[in-house]
């Protein structure tokens, strides 16, 4: 019986929809994860904001600690990973180590997070697309053009295969990646920077203490006053990351998901912390650790960190190219989310919580195996979305991302604490799976991770003013928590309501996962 005909007599069974098995694997996870993450976009964004405003010269330091906060979750995620393959992830998760009404919650918030960061990564798209066709060609069309077009074509491949996603974005991050590398591997070869090496700012302990003092801008030969704090600089670091646990919603997919995912999911975090800390301290010592500081000052000039470098050691050709794949790698990055959407409307959708949602948003293909109609609706939320930003004359970097991107950062992180918690409880309060069950990996790791993903909330809500930027007297920034709160509150309201009145649709949370992989312990 070919993998289809499976497939298609499981659901006949179950009365419930699967999404094609067999269909991704190891690098294929590992490239939708990542490009989550958008490395290139992640550095040149964030790492400029972390020099200038956080720890200065240390802001690599600050990735450091990130890493390791973030690998010690991840260990604990993975452990999981092993028993729960569902393409919900943090809703299956937590739904059995903290509860129904808890998971409820969770997955309304990440179904929240997930679609506005599609939104926000078409606004940065569009930002970048319109400046490098306007600077490098005749071209010269409004940035909701270049969203519309993106919205489309996230929707196109969404529907077919997931194969011609992965190759997609296997594409993307790849040319990201090298690009990055040679900028890396220029700077050591060439003995560095004009002020050093700067081992320093390889020091964890550094990215703990915030900036003060004045440095000499390389330019203008200004002496400028800074001040910065180390929770600006961690928080950006930490916020380089999102999207990273995305490996998991894709354990129904995949090949061998008790193999792959908690592999992929290691692999993706360690990686791409290891490559940012070596990425964001390259940049520093290529451009100096006090000339970074001064550049990191102005937006203007922020860039200049890294094409900076760029353009002494290997040219101005490369600076184009870097710029190219800053709008390419936020297509990427957006392209990677809607997928993330689509399989969060799906996963919820398939459950029947809603009368009907099983035979439309929980539908699979019947040849592709994609969720294709959650896929549609997911379109059609971030048209809504971006169309209303532009009909309201809102900027697509400094308001649509911006604020998009803050509003979903803001109820993942919640998310990530709870998950890391309900691993904790999946293991150690109910006792499941004893031979996987271990103190440090399925106790103290998610412990410390999870008490970091709280201390990263908490910087979030002491620097999201600053984040904001401009953007932070806009209605929809003062909105922003109270849309967090209702939509958390109103999944854990709606399993509450089902418990009560409904108990066979509060029997189904969080619960459509592949039950033969969950309980194989080997």
Known sequence: MSAEETRTSSEAESGVQRLKPNAVGLFGVMFMAVATAAPITAMVGNVPIAIGFGSGANAPAGYLVATIVLGLFALGYSAMAKHIVSTGAFYGFISHG??????????????LAYVVFEASLVGIFSFFAASFFSAHSSLDISWVCYALLMLGVNAVLTYYDINLTAVVL?????????MLAAMTVSVVVSGGGPQGWSLGSL???????????????????????????????????????????????????????????????????????????????????????????????????AGQIFFGPVEQHLG????????????????????????????YIYAIGREDLVPGFGRTLGASHPVHGSPYVAGFAQTTLATVIV???????????????????????????????????????????????????????????????????????????????????????????KLSPW???????????????????????????????????????D
């Open 316 to 343: 101005h050709w490369a600076v184009i190219v870097f710029e190219f794949l800053l709008m390419s790698g936020s297509f990427a990055c957006g392209m990677a989310f809607h997928n993330c959407a689509s399989r």
């Open 98 to 111: 903290l509860g129904r009404v808890v998971g409820m919650g969770a997955g309304a918030l990440t179904t």
């Open 387 to 477: 169309v209303g930003f532009y009909l309201t004359g809102r900027d697509p970097y400094g308001q649509l991302y911006a604020l998009m991107a803050i509003l979903g950062t803001t109820a993942i992180l919640i998310v990530q604490a709870l998950a890391a918690f309900s691993c904790i409880a999946y293991f150690h309060v109910q006792g499941k799976h004893p031979e996987t069950a271990n103190v440090f990996r399925t106790f103290l790791a998610p412990l410390v991770g999870g008490i970091g993903m709280v201390y990263v909330i908490w910087l979030l809500m002491e620097n999201a003013g600053f984040a904001a930027g401009a953007a932070a007297s806009d209605i929809v920034f």
């Open 483 to 521: 849309i967090v709160g209702v939509v958390g509150l109103s999944g854990l309201g709606f399993a509450l309501w089902a418990k009560r009145f409904a108990p066979e649709r509060y029997d189904t949370i969080g619960r459509v996962v592949l039950e033969d992989t969950q309980e194989r312990a």
């Open 170 to 178: 296997g594409a993307f991050l790849v040319t990201e990646i090298v």
């Open 203 to 301: 020091n964890p302990i550094n990215a703990f203490s915030g900036l003060d003092g004045s440095v000499v801008h390389p330019d203008t030969g200004a002496t400028l006053a800074v001040a910065g704090t180390a929770g600006i600089g961690l928080f950006f670091a930490f916020w380089s990351w999102v999207g990273f646990e995305s490996t998991a919603m894709y354990g129904e997919e995949s090949r061998n998901p008790k193999r792959i995912i908690p592999l992929a999911t290691m692999l993706s975090v360690l990686g791409i912390g290891i490559f940012y800390v070596i990425v964001s301290w390259s940049a520093i010592v290529g451009t100096g650790p006090d000339n970074a500081v001064a550049l990191a000052q102005d937006s203007a000039t």
